[in-house]
């Protein structure tokens, strides 16, 4: 066995006759514990949050969207379906029609995008998986709608509530002189279902079919506001957008779900970078007794420091020492809390110790990135401080 190892494992695990030492050495084991134990929960509590908040994005936005970069409608042509059977990567697409709209419903006054979308609409996004009340849109039944839970709040609208309907109305266009009494188009809905998802979300959108979209908004029969398609699991979205946007040229705007969502995707990696800071200060704050620990055993070792360099030992060898017992006291410690941390995601997952609201515990994944991460952060930060240590070691200092 290497000698500075074999040492350094003496001295790791054999009491010293100083107990000030054996008492701060525990403290600094527990405070390598505790930060390995944060930073690992950490991570996997943003990874969790990430990927629940993805999971939201999914039933909102396609994976690609087509829009026009000027004005807010285009018109259908045959390339758009030769361009999109010619992508392998392409699942499935659909025509949809946005437009801004005032809502009205027992005389309280809310302001909406309608979106217009064709049956297959459910294959494009995960919108049907978050009804909350009634169903999705029937393409049996006519005037139709689904509601954002939030903006149904809003209005005090039910769900299937054959009274009153829900009414639309859109500004006509033109200029000059509007007639007060004409002034919007307009049609009335029943609302067959209510969606859930993020505030914002909630707020936008109300869903009618494309034809109920179109004959509100006077549109041609190929006129649209956007196509959202998408795409087959594993397929890279950016690539298939360069593609898109190749064959459609400059005429057309193709966005990302993460294009689309840009400020969003900015909050959560920001706030899972700063919290890895954060928590890594704190670890580093926890090394500090690593640094005074390794100190106080040199002090205390010093004769056998002594006695060890008169028998040939190097004062490189003897610093090797220190360096190894600091690295094993991280490592140890490191170990001793992912292995705690692992135990608490598993606990966490299959009997939800923790409630974000009553029905739903917070998120929280396992992923082998933030395994490597925490053993990389803490094994290099405890060889800088064991190096830190050792470095008051000399020749003069152990012959003095």
Known sequence: MNFSLYIAKRYLFTKTSNNAI??????ASFGVIVGSLALFIILSGFSGLRTFSYSLLDASDPDIKITAKKGKTFFITDHFHKTFNNITSI??????????????YNNKSEIAFIKGVENNYTKITHIDSTLSQGGWLDSSYINTAVIGRSKAFKLSLGVRSFGESLKIMVPKPGIGFINPNNAFYKTNVQVVGLYTGTEAFENKFVFITLNQAKDLLNFKENQISAFEIKLLKE???????????????????????????EVFYKVINTENFVSYLIFTLIVIIA??????????????????????????????????????????????????????????????????????????????????????????????????????????????????
């Open 22 to 27: 054996n008492i701060v050495t525990i403290i």
């Open 91 to 104: 699942e499935a697409f659909s025509k949809v029609i946005e437009e801004r709209v005032f809502l009205e």
């Open 235 to 261: 397929s890279d979205a950016n690539v298939v957008a360069e593609l898109l946007q190749k064959s459609l040229g400059d005429t057309y705007k193709v966005q990302t779900k993460e294009q689309l969502n």
């Open 287 to 400: 090394l500090f007794n690593v640094i005074g620990t390794i100190i106080m055993m040199i002090i205390d070792k010093k004769d056998n420091l002594k006695t060890l360099f008169s028998l040939g030992a190097t004062v490189k060898e003897i610093k090797r020492i220190f360096i190894l017992q600091g690295f094993l006291l991280t490592f140890f410690g490191m170990l001793i809390g992912l292995t705690i941390g692992m135990v608490l995601l598993f606990l966490q997952k299959k009997f939800s110790l923790f409630m974000i609201t009553e029905n739903f515990a917070y998120p929280i994944e396992f992923r082998f990135s933030n395994l490597i991460i925490v053993i990389l952060t803490i094994t290099i930060l405890g060889f800088i401080a064991s190096k830190i240590a050792s470095s008051r070691i000399s020749a003069n200092f152990i012959e003095k």
